[in-house]
């Protein structure tokens, strides 16, 4: 079965190369890259990028940012396939101020990680921390969760994690944290590292 899964997203990562997307994406999947990773591409000051979590569905993104330099970072080893072939740590996002210097990235998008798996005070505290140490001055952190109570730990729509941080003024959502009409409530907030 793991063979197989791992054919069937190779030829999905190719045609999504090719302009062929076979895949049902969830609204929250198709938001991030339809709209959000399109306006991050566009954007000449966001070169230097760093996506945090990966998997199969994520495998063709080091290909959309191929004019960037664009890292991935995951901590299990079995999905550093999926990651930027060359520009991939496999680590925790805890750890992320370990693996960059400071203030060398334009942009952080961590998406689905907070509530799978980054869950105690401690280890969110340590990662917005890692993350701000990392951006450069106005550098953005684009970051995504699920406003649910089974992946909402710590409750973070009445909490202020993002110490460090102001609200984007001008996303490509319209607001600077958008909550999606999906079952899990998924949520994006866009943030600048003061």
Same mark, same amino acid.
């Given at each position: 079965?793991?063979r197989?899964?791992?054919?069937k997203?190779a030829?999905?990562?190719?045609?999504i190369?090719?302009?062929?997307?076979?895949?049902?994406?969830?609204?929250?999947?198709?938001v991030l890259?339809?709209?959000?990773? %399109?306006?991050?591409?566009?954007?000449?000051?966001y070169?230097?990028?760093?996506f945090?979590?990966?998997?199969?569905? /994520?495998?063709h993104?080091?290909?959309?940012?191929? /004019?960037?330099?664009?890292? %991935?970072?995951?901590?299990?080893?079995?999905?550093?396939?999926?990651?930027a072939?060359?520009?991939?740590?496999?680590?925790?996002c805890?750890?992320?101020a370990?693996?960059?210097?400071r !203030?060398?990235?334009?942009?952080?998008?961590?998406? !689905?990680?907070?509530g799978? !798996?980054?869950?105690s005070?401690?280890?969110?505290?340590?990662?917005?921390?890692?993350?701000?140490?990392?951006?450069?001055?106005?550098?953005?952190?684009?970051?995504g969760?699920?406003?649910?109570?089974?992946?909402?730990?710590? !409750?973070?729509?009445?909490r202020d *994690?993002?110490?460090?941080?102001?609200?984007?003024a001008?996303?490509?959502l319209?607001?600077?944290?958008?909550e999606?009409?999906?079952?899990?409530?998924h949520?994006?907030?866009?943030l *600048?590292?003061?």
């Amino acid at each position: 079965m793991s063979r197989l899964r791992g054919i069937k997203s190779a030829v999905h990562g190719r045609l999504i190369r090719v302009g062929i997307d076979i895949r049902r994406l969830r609204l929250d999947r198709k938001v991030l890259e339809r709209r959000i990773l %399109t306006w991050v591409r566009a954007k000449p000051e966001y070169r230097r990028i760093l996506f945090v979590g990966c998997d199969w569905y /994520t495998q063709h993104y080091p290909w959309l940012f191929r /004019t960037a330099e664009f890292w %991935t970072l995951e901590r299990d080893p079995g999905l550093a396939r999926y990651g930027a072939p060359t520009r991939h740590i496999i680590g925790s996002c805890e750890n992320v101020a370990e693996s960059f210097g400071r !203030g060398v990235l334009d942009c952080v998008i961590c998406n !689905g990680v907070y509530g799978f !798996g980054l869950d105690s005070e401690a280890a969110v505290t340590q990662t917005i921390a890692g993350f701000r140490q990392t951006l450069r001055p106005a550098g953005l952190l684009i970051f995504g969760w699920n406003n649910v109570p089974e992946h909402d730990p710590l !409750g973070l729509a009445t909490r202020d *994690v993002f110490e460090g941080f102001a609200a984007l003024a001008e996303s490509p959502l319209g607001s600077a944290c958008q909550e999606l009409p999906t079952r899990n409530r998924h949520t994006y907030q866009f943030l *600048v590292r003061q």
